[in-house]
C-alpha cells in the first residue's frame, strides 16, 4: 500500500522569459509515464493537474500582456544558437536583439551602431509575474500543508519563488539544493534582460533593492504584483547551489560576499560529485544536520549533451549520473520533502544544428525523441560526413564507437537491435 | 543504468532524463529503493 502522496503540480509559467516552450514541460512529463513510475516505486500520485494561468489572469484583469514582444520561440532559438554558437546567454541576446530593433526604428537608420547594454532596472511583466506566482505558492502550500511530497514542474525557474517560498512555510527551516547552470541570482537593478527567471534566487533571499541605486520598494516587498511574497523568507545561509558554470558579473559579486554555499562546475571538477553533493547537503541541512529539503532542479544544469531540449544551455554541465546521483543522494538523506524541475522543453530537445555541425561538415542527420542518450559532438568526432539514422526504439546508442574507424557510413540501427554495437560488427 | 525504467515511454531526451531526474529524488536507486514511507517530515504533522 502507497503510504505517502507525491502531489504533481503542473506549472506550465513561462511568464519569467521570452522564450516560451517550458510550458510544455508538465505535459511531456505525464505523457512520458511519470505517474506510473511514481506508483511503481510505491507513492500515491496525485496528479493536480496544470494551473490555468491563462485563465487566471483573464480572472483578476491581467489577461493582456499591454503589448509585449511574443516571440516565435523554436525559430528564436535556432537563430541564437546559429549566430552565437552559444557563446552568449539567450536572454541577453535577445534583449540586445530587441533594443537593437527599437534602437533602428526610432532612428529611421539601419546602420547605426548598438547602444550598450543598459540595465532595465525593473522586472518584464512584473504584475502578471507577481500574480502567476501567488497561484502556484496557494497550491504548493496547500498540497505541502496537506504532508504531501511537491513535485512542482514547470515552466521556467521563476516558479521557484511560488513553491520555496510556500515550502518554507510549511516546512520551517528547509534548506535548498539549486542545480542550475545559471545562480538565477539577478536583481532588477543587476539583470541585464529584466527577466525575472534570472532573479527568483535573489528574491528570495531578499536581495531586490539592496544594490546601489536600487528600487527599495522592491526591497520591502513592494514590487508590483508580489505584494503577498516574504522576500528573504530562504536565508542565504539554507541555500547551495550545484553546477553553476553560466554567472552575470554583478551576480557572481553578489554570490561571493553572501553566505550562499555556491558549488560551481569547477568544484565538481576539483572535489568530484560526491563530496560536493555531500558537502551541499551538509551545508543547508540546519544545524543539527536534519532540516527537510528541497530540490530545485533547473535541466540547463546538465550538460547540454545529455539534456538539449531547454531555452539557456550551456556547456560543461553536469553528467547524466552527476545529476541522478544528486537526486539519488537527496533522496537518501529521507529529508527530501519536495522538488522543482523546471526549464524542460520539449520542442527543442531534437535537432540541434549547431551541436550537429561543430566539426563543420555538412551531416544528415535524423535523432529520434526516444533515443535516451544522445551525444552529437561525440557523434562527428572523427571530422568526416556521416548520414545517421537512429531508431526510436534503440534504448542504447554511442555514436562515438559507431565512426571510431574514421570513415563515412550509412548506418541504419533497426529498431528491434536493444544494443548496437557497430564497431563489433565491422571487426 | 539507472535511470532507464520501463515506466517511461517515448519521450526526447530531455524530456526522458528529467522523468528519470524526478524517479530518482522519489527513491528510485539502482539496487534498493528509498520506500515512501522512510521519506521523514511527509504524511501530515
New interface residues.
Given amino acids: 500500500m502507497?503510504?505517502?502522496?507525491?502531489a504533481f503540480v503542473g506549472a506550465p509559467f513561462c511568464e519569467g522569459q521570452n522564450l516560451e516552450g517550458a510550458d510544455l514541460?508538465p505535459s511531456?512529463?505525464r505523457?512520458?509515464?511519470?505517474g506510473?513510475?511514481?506508483q511503481?516505486?510505491?507513492?500515491n500520485f496525485e496528479d493536480l493537474g496544470d494551473l490555468n494561468f491563462a485563465a487566471h489572469f483573464e480572472s483578476v484583469g491581467l489577461g493582456d500582456k499591454n503589448g509585449e514582444p511574443h516571440f516565435d520561440k523554436l525559430a528564436l532559438y535556432r537563430e541564437w544558437l546559429a549566430e552565437t554558437g552559444m557563446h552568449t546567454n539567450f536572454s541577453t541576446w535577445v534583449a540586445d536583439k530587441n533594443r537593437e530593433a527599437l534602437v533602428n526604428l526610432a532612428t529611421d537608420d539601419a546602420l547605426a551602431p548598438a547602444p550598450k547594454r543598459k540595465k532595465t532596472q525593473g522586472v518584464v511583466n512584473a504584475e502578471r509575474m507577481g500574480s502567476g506566482l501567488r497561484l502556484i505558492h496557494e497550491v504548493v502550500l496547500k498540497a505541502a500543508k496537506?504532508?504531501?511530497?511537491v513535485?512542482t514542474v514547470g515552466g521556467d525557474h521563476s516558479i521557484a519563488s511560488g513553491s520555496i517560498s510556500a515550502l518554507c512555510e510549511a516546512?520551517p527551516g528547509l534548506g535548498v539544493v539549486w542545480i542550475d547552470a545559471h545562480a538565477d541570482a539577478n536583481t532588477p537593478g543587476t539583470s541585464p534582460s529584466g527577466h525575472y527567471h534570472g532573479m527568483p534566487a535573489a528574491h528570495l533571499m531578499g536581495w531586490f533593492g539592496r544594490e546601489k541605486g536600487g528600487d527599495e520598494d522592491a526591497a520591502a516587498g513592494g514590487l508590483r504584483g508580489f505584494e503577498w511574497f516574504t522576500p528573504g523568507c530562504l536565508p542565504e545561509g539554507q541555500l547551495a547551489y550545484i553546477g553553476l558554470r553560466d554567472i552575470d558579473p554583478e551576480e557572481g559579486e553578489a554570490l561571493t560576499r553572501s553566505g550562499v554555499h555556491a558549488f560551481t562546475m569547477r568544484d565538481v571538477d576539483k572535489y568530484g560529485i560526491a563530496k560536493v553533493c555531500e558537502m551541499a547537503v551538509a551545508a543547508v541541512s540546519g544545524p543539527d544536520g536534519k532540516a527537510?529539503l528541497h530540490?530545485s532542479?533547473d535541466?540547463d544544469g546538465?550538460d547540454p549533451n545529455?539534456?538539449?531540449?531547454?531555452g539557456t544551455c550551456a556547456r560543461g554541465g553536469l553528467t547524466?549520473?552527476e545529476?541522478?546521483y544528486i537526486?539519488?543522494e537527496?533522496?537518501?538523506s529521507?529529508?527530501?520533502?519536495s522538488?522543482d524541475?523546471v526549464e524542460?522543453?520539449?520542442s527543442s530537445?531534437?535537432n540541434s544544428p549547431l551541436r550537429l555541425h561543430a566539426d563543420g561538415l555538412p551531416h544528415q542527420v535524423e535523432v529520434s525523441?526516444?533515443?535516451?542518450?544522445?551525444s552529437p559532438l561525440r557523434l562527428h568526432a572523427d571530422g568526416l560526413p556521416h548520414l545517421v539514422e537512429v531508431s526510436?526504439s534503440s534504448?542504447v546508442y554511442s555514436p562515438l564507437r559507431l565512426h571510431a574507424d574514421g570513415l563515412p557510413h550509412l548506418v541504419e540501427v533497426s529498431p528491434s537491435s536493444s544494443v548496437y554495437s557497430p564497431l563489433r560488427l565491422r571487426l | 543504468m539507472h535511470g532507464d525504467d520501463d515506466s517511461i515511454g517515448k519521450a526526447s531526451p530531455t524530456v526522458r532524463l528529467a522523468a528519470e531526474l524526478a524517479l530518482s529524488a522519489l527513491g528510485k536507486q539502482i539496487i534498493a529503493n528509498v520506500p515512501p514511507s522512510e521519506y521523514k517530515y511527509l504524511g501530515g504533522r
Avoid: D
Avoid at chain 1, 511503481?40 to 507513492?43: N, Y
Avoid at chain 1, 496537506?146 to 511530497?149: D, V
Avoid at chain 1, 529521507?334 to 520533502?337: D, E, F, H, N, P
Fill in positions: 502507497p503510504t505517502r502522496t507525491c514541460g511531456a512529463l505523457e512520458a509515464g511519470i506510473r513510475g511514481a511503481k516505486l510505491g507513492w496537506a504532508g504531501h511530497f513535485l516546512h527537510p530540490l532542479l535541466i546538465v545529455f539534456a538539449p531540449g531547454t547524466y549520473r545529476v541522478h537526486c539519488e537527496c533522496a537518501l529521507r529529508r527530501l520533502v522538488m524541475l524542460v522543453s520539449p530537445s531534437v525523441p526516444s533515443s535516451s542518450v544522445y526510436p534504448s
